[in-house]
């Protein structure tokens, strides 16, 4: 089997999203300009050993070997059991030099918690404000920038659209189908009678200040004083909910990535060192 540049673009295209598959080609056609047979240089290891040469930072390296290993599986090429697992150990490796660099470098940063930048937002907005109204439904639902496109529904035959976000009324429940990790599935909240009583379900959307949040919850965290944008919440959430002993449970870390929408390795990232002023 012969494989040319045009169709593993192709093919990275079709199982990526645009932004995703623009920078994963990138990558890739700076490691397969000039080869002559990819599949054979796959198989025989050539290419995964000019990888490593030629990507020193991990994570770039974790990304471009997961794009080949994702392209074994599913085009699919056969290697040998012991070709593939090198394949693996350098993906392997090459994420547990990400994870300790990351908590490394991260914790050498700081952050608000997440309750005293909510406690922040609830003394400057009045209540019935969508501002405490988003600061409450990320608790319950911790997200990217996921909620600005959530349609409210009556119940779930009105919710068969996957590619849409929707909060059903007859079950009080938010379905985040479309979000950064939608291949793993959608986020599935139940949210409490007491906050479902706060949100305005005359409205065609949950929330109305545009097709994403993220220029909002910005402006919001500016006026209490909170600098950076709708990442600083997942940094201030994560952060907390990881503080002191629980960072070492893994059953806690696991539960609270599932929740996110990343994995335990990933959440690291996000870890910051908790001030309180």
Not at 51 to 63: D, E, F
Request: with cysteine; charged share 30%.
């Amino acid at each position: 089997m012969k494989l040319s540049l045009d169709q593993i673009n192709a093919w990275i295209d079709s199982v990526a999203k645009p932004s995703t598959a623009k920078n994963y080609k990138a990558r890739i056609k700076k490691v397969l300009d000039g080869r002559v047979d990819i599949v054979k240089d796959i198989k025989n290891l050539t290419l995964l050993t000019d990888i490593v040469s030629m990507y020193t930072s991990a994570s770039t390296l974790k990304g471009v070997v997961q794009v080949f290993l994702k392209l074994i599986a599913e085009y699919p090429i056969e290697v040998s059991d012991r070709a593939l697992k090198k394949w693996k150990d350098v993906f392997a490796e090459a994420n547990t030099d990400m994870s300790t660099g990351y908590i490394q470098k991260s914790m050498e940063d700081k952050t608000e918690s997440f309750t005293s930048i909510k406690e922040k937002v609830f003394a400057k907005y009045p209540e019935g404000s969508d501002e405490r109204l988003y600061m409450e439904l990320y608790e319950i639902c911790p997200t990217r920038d996921d909620l600005g496109q959530v349609y409210i529904v009556s119940n779930m035959k009105d919710a068969s659209d996957k590619s849409k976000n929707y909060l059903v009324i007859s079950q009080k429940r938010l379905i985040i189908n479309h979000h950064k990790t939608d291949g793993k599935g959608a986020h599935d909240c139940i949210i409490p009678t007491k906050l479902f009583k706060k949100i305005d379900l005359s409205k065609e959307k949950v929330f109305d200040h545009g097709e994403t949040l993220t220029s909002w919850v910005g402006k919001m965290l500016k006026s209490v004083d909170v600098p950076g944008r709708i990442n600083t919440l997942r940094h201030a959430f994560v952060s907390e909910k990881l503080e002191g002993n629980n960072i070492k449970d893994p059953q806690v870390r696991k539960e609270l990535a599932k929740s996110m929408g990343h994995s335990p390795a990933v959440q690291l990232q996000y870890i910051r060192d908790v001030v309180t002023e």
